[in-house]
């Protein structure tokens, strides 16, 4: 009904419903709509109004109230009640892959300060579980090869990350490779992979598909780091024998 009629024709309809048994489940479809429709402010006083009382939740809609708040709230970057929202769900559905990659995400990125090696033991149990499950999937091979990365296994993340961009070429996955291979001191195989981020990011920008918006200025980020160290890299080279580079 939303896709087809839009959000502020649907939401009426579904306040009617919010009343008496299975309410929840219809406050949290109207918090949905009102995010579809930019009305961040709102969906985040009618989701909490279904998380205050958390206790008396069916399981099924504790599973869509967490889910969607560990993303609601990571929009508007409150990285604390994200994590909180997706540790929950975890208690609950503890092999949920997405909530796995993306509390690994939150904790390796976006919490202050990142503790990467917590995320690790997230991005791992997604992994173990993809592995388990016969399945390869780029988005959890990317964390998780960024989260070794992170973690100081640079080796075995850059053979994760590798493993990602087989599969599916991801901006990400490439700027996490780049910055793995500047941890190794590998100038050209990072200017590389962070030239082939940025073009991927700005053709997916301009063909209007989903990106970070702040992921361009860490890929321009290392992108200046690396060519410092290639610079270095040169000069070292071609100085004379004998000789102290300044």
Known sequence: MGDVMGPDEV???LRGRTEGPGGDKWRIMIARLQQTKGDTAGSIKTLESVLAREDELSKEDKLNAYRFGGTLYLLVSDAKKSS???KKLLEIAPEDMTALNNLACLLAEVMQPPDPKQGLTYSQRAYDLMQKGGRRDPLVLDTHGWLLASAGQVDQGIDVLRQALQLRRIPDAHYHLGEAYLKK???DQALRELELALDLYKRMKENKE???P??????????TRANIVA???KS???A??????P
Do not use: H, M
């Not at 004379?240 to 580079?245: H, I, K, L, R």
């Open 210 to 212: 989903a990106v970070d």
């Open 231 to 233: 610079r270095s890299k």
């Open 240 to 245: 004379p024998t004998g000789q102290n580079v």
């Open 214 to 223: 702040a992921l361009e200025g860490k890929i321009e980020n290392a992108l």
């Open 185 to 187: 001191q590998f100038a």
């Open 236 to 238: 070292t080279a071609n």
């Open 11 to 13: 939401i009426p309809r």
């Open 84 to 86: 909180d929202c997706y």
